[in-house]
């Protein structure tokens, strides 16, 4: 079982938005048996809310429903669990490394860095471009899952 945390600042837009992503690509390949895929947020400002409305209108609108996430905090424990720490940007990273201490495993990566490009996905949060945001998880999911099988 290859297991994924997909993680940003709130775990209402971007995360949730890779997560359900990533469960619609391995059910379409028909390996989803394979995965354990899920998000989490590096701060505690969003715990317990759902996906940010226009995030949840841009996955409905292709199909993909996130239906019954609530945010959360990740934990020094997901962090042992999971195989792969997926975030979406740098600033991310920091807020993580509070979380876990020392990344001596090298589960930690960026999003996109699967994909070859060295930027963050687009925060939507502060653009309102939810779909440029689609665009950066769909990239980055794909080049994810073709370098894991």
């Known amino acids: 079982m290859i297991k994924i945390l ?6 209402i837009c971007r995360s949730p938005m890779a997560e359900f992503v ?4 391995v059910r379409r390949a028909g390996v989803e048996d394979r995965f354990e895929i899920a998000s989490a947020a590096v701060s505690t400002e969003e715990l317990g809310n759902p996906v940010y409305p226009p995030a949840q209108r841009v996955l409905n609108e292709h199909g993909i429903s996130c239906k019954g996430h609530h945010a959360h905090r990740m ?4 962090y042992e669990y999971y195989d ?23 589960k930690v990566s960026l999003l996109l860095e699967h994909a ?3 930027r963050d996905v ?22 994810l899952l073709e370098e894991l099988f």
Not at 86 to 105: A, F, P, S, V
């Open 6 to 11: 997909f993680v940003c600042h709130g775990n």
């Open 22 to 25: 990533m469960k619609d690509m």
């Open 75 to 78: 934990t020094r424990q997901e």
């Open 84 to 106: 792969y720490i997926i975030l979406m940007d740098e600033m991310n990273r920091r807020w993580c490394d509070r979380i876990i201490g020392e990344d001596d495993r090298n």
């Open 116 to 118: 070859g490009i060295s």
């Open 122 to 143: 687009a925060d939507p949060w502060y653009t309102g471009n939810f779909e440029a945001t689609w665009d950066d998880v769909n990239v980055g999911c794909r080049a």
